[in-house]
């Protein structure tokens, strides 16, 4: 599948010349123009930009969950748009963890039971899927919480369910959308610093977020605006009280 | 997914709403139910008819004076003359084909013995009686035509009457009271089970002359018989000898050649048989009408799960963004569809044969559940899980993840 060229490493996620285009009614939109950029294994990377900037198309991408009108998008080498619907979602399965706004736990299902669940997809099937569902979750510090059902739990511990979720296939990356949009600040600073831990173990991160605070705490962050890249560049820490 | 967490997956979804999915199923279980119990119905009383017939065998014929045919009703009984020794002995002489011909007549009486008594069915036959009904003893011996003509007061016990008066004991050798004219007990007989809802069992038989002028009241003609059977040889066909029988008597009866039979001839195994064809057509008629509300019910099965699939949209997107595949959608909503019907169908079977059971129990009537009948009830449910669950569970399948995890 990775056609790595010799020297560099191959990139988690490799964008070239990446275009979507939606047709409503008459009208064509263009939600994403030529944009092309590279995110490398270990990164904590911000994307920020207002509603309607072509932000959610480019997740939606990244998460493998929607394929480019023209250009290309690799994910771990593989160019996503030539796949399937099912290939796209074992492509899912095996190398993207997501984290949502909303957390989307299954209710009445027990932590542990919802971070096993990306594992009953997972083919090859994985020996025990229970241990390292419960080695996940005590990485968030939720070891003491297992049989809890999400109404059982607070908004982070939910979120923390979530991101054991997302870590339990052990993801190439893992793709946050507004992680901490449903949490208060206290709350959000915790799940912000459970990424930053998880980064400092060598995981990549994609948030999407449209708060500059939170995209502070990554380490590279990338504007949209427009369909288009308006900016690349390495987060200056600690962030600056710019815009609100 | 393997088929194990298909089922855990779908019984934690219909356990969130057991109300929901009690109602939903209620079409498949009164339509498996009603099946079985049509059907159990139908196959018992069929049954039935099945075993009467056998013990009455396929060639026995009974002749019974004036017509008794639903159109002649001017021909009733009474008013043709009464079939006479006479009859009988014509019969024994120019009937070709026949094994053995009998007279016979019914009566009833008390039977006393010692300070028990039992009200039973007397039968006053010739001695070729045991010959026409294929009828073996348990015990002692049948009376001979000798003693017939004589008018002995011999009997031989039903196996009903024995049980209810000497229990274990051997009657044979001892003394019984019919209407207070003492008879010597000769013989008991092997059980032959129901016919036509009545104890062939209950019923003691004494030589016809004797029960003539000892137990049944009015007589007509000093030598009147109340039924003539007789048996038909294998070798020859039943419908021939038949109508060989129906000229002799014209002849014998002095029928005028344009005028009715006053006389008729009923083949009992025959009438059975018709009326065992019309109960397998009724109960399957009955079974089809029962079928058509588990196609109700399907329908139910598959408006609640249109239903399930919009309200559990975003859990479905879910499931497609961390690496669900179309087919393991469609595998989760067809398994709770066929989870559904099925537990339907095994409450229905459980209803249906609780029914079942009690219909007999208070009607009194056969009932039979046949294994072919309740496979056929769990594979009908699997069936209308899968067809009427299958559109809702493609629809699932083919949700587009960004949407349906946007949805609400």
């Not at chain 2, 073996?136 to 009457?161: H, I, M, N, Q, W």
């Not at chain 2, 032959?192 to 000892?214: E, F």
């Not at chain 2, 005028?256 to 006053?262: G, Q, V």
């Amino acid at each position: 599948m990775s056609q790595a060229e010799p020297q560099t490493p191959v990139p988690v996620v490799a964008a070239r010349n990446l275009c979507k285009t939606y047709q409503l009614g008459e009208q064509q939109v263009h939600a994403l123009r030529d944009v092309s950029f590279e995110i490398h294994r270990g990164e904590f990377v911000a994307i920020m930009g207002p509603s309607g900037s072509g932000k959610s198309t480019l997740m939606n991408m990244i998460g493998a969950l929607d394929v480019p009108t023209s250009g290309q998008l690799a994910i771990d080498g593989t160019d996503i748009g030539s796949l399937s619907r099912d290939e796209l979602a074992a492509l899912r399965n095996h190398t993207i963890g997501f984290v949502f706004q909303q957390f989307n736990l299954l209710a009445r299902t027990s932590a542990l039971d919802n971070v096993k669940l990306p594992l009953t997809y997972s083919r090859p099937r994985v020996a025990d899927p229970e241990a390292i569902a419960r080695r996940c979750l005590e990485q968030v510090g939720l070891g003491a919480r297992m049989d809890h059902v999400p109404s059982q739990l607070s908004g982070g511990q939910q979120q923390r369910v979530a991101i054991a979720r997302a870590l339990v296939n052990s993801p190439s990356l893992i793709l946050a959308d507004e992680p901490t949009g449903a949490l208060d600040s206290a709350t959000s600073l915790e799940i912000l610093q459970l990424f930053e831990s998880l980064n400092a173990q060598g995981m990549t991160i994609i948030m999407v977020t449209h708060e500059l605070d939170v995209a502070a705490h990554a380490r590279r962050l990338l504007r949209v605006r427009d369909g288009k890249l308006v900016e690349d560049a390495p987060v200056n820490s600690p962030p600056a009280e710019v815009a609100a | 997914m393997t088929l194990a967490e298909f089922i855990a997956t779908a019984m934690i979804a219909l356990r969130r709403n057991v109300l929901r999915s009690v109602l939903t199923t209620l079409g498949i279980i009164i339509g498996v139910g009603s099946v079985i119990v049509m059907s159990a119905i139908g196959t018992g009383a069929s049954k039935q008819i099945e075993a009467q017939i056998a013990s009455l065998g396929t060639n026995q014929l009974t002749i019974f004076p004036g017509s008794m045919n639903v159109g002649g009703r001017q021909g009733g009984a009474g008013s043709a003359p009464p079939l006479t020794e006479k009859d009988l002995r014509a019969i024994r002489e120019n009937v070709t084909g026949l094994v053995a011909a009998a007279g016979n007549m019914n009566g009833s009486a008390t039977v006393v013995v010692g300070n028990t008594n039992w009200q039973t069915q007397i039968n006053g036959s010739s001695a070729e009686i045991q010959a026409v009904r294929d009828w073996p003893l348990t015990s002692g011996r049948f009376y001979d035509a000798v003693e017939a003509a004589a008018g002995r007061k011999v009997a031989v016990l039903g196996a009903t009457v024995a049980r209810e008066l000497y229990g274990e004991a051997d009657p044979v050798g001892t003394n019984v009271r019919l209407n207070n004219v003492p008879f010597e007990v000769i013989g008991v007989l092997s059980v032959k089970g129901q016919a036509g809802g009545r104890d062939q069992d209950d019923v003691i038989i004494v030589p016809l002359a004797t029960a003539r002028s000892r137990l049944v009241g009015r007589v007509r003609v000093p030598d009147e018989i109340g039924q003539i059977l007789v048996k038909v040889d294998d070798r020859y066909e039943v419908s021939e000898v038949q109508a060989d029988l129906e000229r002799v008597l014209r002849q014998r009866r002095r029928v005028a050649p344009n005028a009715m039979d006053n006389f008729s001839v009923r083949n009992f195994a025959e009438f059975l048989a018709t009326r065992d064809a019309t109960a397998r057509t009724l109960s399957l008629l009955l079974a089809s009408a029962a079928a058509i509300s588990l196609i109700v019910g399907g329908i139910g099965i598959m408006n609640i799960m249109l239903v399930s699939v919009t309200e559990r949209t975003r859990e479905i997107g879910l499931r497609m963004a961390i690496g669900a595949s179309g087919s393991d959608i469609l595998g989760q909503f067809l398994t709770e569809a066929v989870l559904l019907c099925l537990a339907g169908g095994f409450i229905g079977l459980t209803l249906g044969a609780g029914v079942s059971i009690l219909i007999s129990t208070l009607f009194g009537w056969p009932v039979y559940i046949s294994p072919a009948v309740v496979l056929m009830a769990i594979f009908a449910s699997a069936s209308v899980g899968v067809i009427f669950g299958f559109v809702p569970a493609r629809r699932a399948s083919q949700l587009n993840p960004i949407e349906a995890l946007r949805y609400e």
